[in-house]
T-cell receptor, first 105, second 115 residues
Framework: DAKTTQPPSMDCAEGRAANLPCNHS???????VYWYRQIHSQGPQYIIH???NNETNEMASLIITEDRKSSTLILPHATLRDTAVYYC??????FGKGTRLHILP | DAGVIQSPRHEVTEMGQEVTLRCKPI?????LFWYRQTMMRGLELLIY????????DSGMPEDRFSAKMPNASFSTLKIQPSEPRDSAVYFC?????????????FGPGTRLTVL
């Protein structure tokens, strides 16, 4: 099974950047890294994906290390609405337990 | 598009009863996934289909669980007989398979409680 490692929880002050790490040391060369988030009890929602280069969209930025064994999701200005569980995955199928992000007012 | 549709949204049943969960994927998507989520185990993949054919059912917990996809617009997950430990939120997701990348779209989930 594809394995990713994420911290179980993190805190971030409102308005600050939230940096969520993920290790994916067994990723293969042509597999994309995906990030999803799950707010409350809703279904997970896609955030961003990347292969080698750093990516940015309206929701977040994704930094992938040169060896592709880890990545960081950046929420540049966290708000209370960003409180959620964040998942990284690289086989598009397997999700672990993710990181529970708490945004502190 | 209405997104992935799941029914029922909530189901409460007694141990030993049969439970059937339903999913309608997004039109045009050719892959469908069933997940189960609990606090203890997180989000687990149960089974997925490509073009209505089951590809990997290794996540199905035991023979009490079965899934079918009779056509491209409908899938069911059945538990017979149900047990209290089956209580969880069950998510269905769909996407287009193939190409370099494709995001998955999740339904709202079915919250199952087995008493």
């Amino acid at each position: 099974d594809a394995k990713t490692t994420q911290p179980p929880s993190m805190d971030c002050a409102e308005g600050r950047a939230a940096n969520l790490p993920c290790n994916h040391s067994t990723i293969s060369g042509n597999e994309y890294v995906y990030w999803y988030r799950q707010i409350h009890s809703q279904g997970p929602q896609y955030i961003i994906h990347g292969l080698k280069n750093n990516e940015t969209n309206e929701m977040a930025s994704l930094i992938i290390t040169e060896d592709r064994k880890s990545s960081t999701l950046i929420l540049p200005h966290a708000t209370l609405r960003d409180t959620a569980v964040y998942y990284c995955t690289y086989d598009k199928i397997i999700f672990g337990k993710g990181t529970r992000l708490h945004i502190l007012p | 598009d209405a997104g992935v549709i799941q029914s029922p949204r909530h189901e409460v049943t007694e141990m030993g009863q049969e439970v059937t969960l339903r999913c309608k994927p997004i039109s045009g998507h050719n892959s469908l996934f069933w997940y189960r989520q609990t606090m203890m185990r997180g989000l687990e993949l149960l089974i997925y289909f490509n073009n209505n054919v089951p590809i990997d059912d290794s996540g199905m917990p035991e023979d009490r669980f079965s899934a079918k996809m009779p056509n491209a617009s409908f899938s069911t997950l059945k538990i017979q007989p149900s047990e209290p430990r089956d209580s969880a939120v069950y998510f269905c997701a769909s996407r287009s398979w193939g190409g370099a990348y494709n995001e998955q779209f999740f339904g709202p989930g079915t919250r199952l409680t087995v008493l």
